[in-house]
Structure formats: structure tokens, C-alpha cells
């Protein structure tokens, strides 16, 4: 079992910035890979960045140059560092890991609760 939890959202005016953090505990072994997704009132749930282990990050196209995803191995941690926010960024964000198991190397994704990221003057 992968516990996440995150932190770092808020309130912030167009233009700013903010950093999530996602805080994983319990039996982290065999994580391929890491990443945040949002979901705004009444739209789909959307991938943000993610990261696999050894690879590059993948960003959305509409965060690309605006959204930093990056991960702390010895803290358990990863983070995404939102900058140049916009009103359309505002959402629930979520992160997850994917665990592998078993012989088949099955995928296993743990979610944290999310946290909203409002962006409004």
C-alpha cells in the first residue's frame, strides 16, 4: 500500500505561482512512475506531467514551459512547480504512483486526495 498526500494549493492571482507537493509513504518499492493530473467542475480529469523512472518528463501541451514536475527520492516526494499561472490552470490537481508487482509486472495507481489551485484576481 502507497499513501500520497499533497499540499501547496491555493489561491493566486494570474501570473504567479505556486509548488505541489505529493508526500508518499508505505511499502514505495517498485514505483515506474510519477505524475499529476487535474480536473475542473465538470470536465474530465486531465494529465498534467508525468515521469517515469530513468525517463524524461511529459507535460501537457498546455503547460509546457509553465509546469515543472520533479521528484525527490529521498524524501518520497514529488513536486510540481507551476509558474505564469492562468485562470484556466484552476482545478482539483491530483498526483500518483504506479507501483509494479507480480511476476506479470502489473501496474498498480495510488492517488492522492488532491488540492484545489485557484487562479483569480
Known amino acids: 500500500q502507497v499513501q500520497l498526500v499533497e499540499s501547496g494549493g491555493g489561491l493566486v492571482q494570474p501570473g504567479g505561482s505556486l509548488r505541489l507537493s505529493c508526500a508518499a509513504s508505505?511499502?514505495?518499492?517498485?514505483?515506474?512512475?510519477v505524475g499529476w493530473y487535474r480536473q475542473a467542475p465538470g470536465k474530465q480529469r486531465d494529465l498534467v506531467a508525468s515521469?517515469?523512472?530513468?525517463?524524461?518528463?511529459n507535460y501537457a501541451d498546455s503547460v509546457k514551459g509553465r509546469f515543472t514536475i520533479s521528484r525527490d527520492n529521498a524524501k518520497n516526494t514529488v513536486y510540481l512547480q507551476m509558474n505564469s499561472l492562468k485562470p484556466e490552470d484552476t482545478a482539483v490537481y491530483y498526483c500518483?504512483?504506479?507501483?509494479?508487482?507480480?511476476?506479470?509486472?502489473?501496474?498498480?495507481?495510488?492517488w492522492g486526495q488532491g488540492t484545489q489551485v485557484t487562479v483569480s484576481s
Open positions: 508505505g511499502t514505495i518499492l517498485s514505483i515506474n512512475a
Open positions: 515521469v517515469t523512472s530513468g525517463g524524461s518528463p
Open positions: 500518483y504512483v504506479d507501483q509494479i508487482y507480480g511476476l506479470k509486472l502489473q501496474t498498480l495507481r495510488y
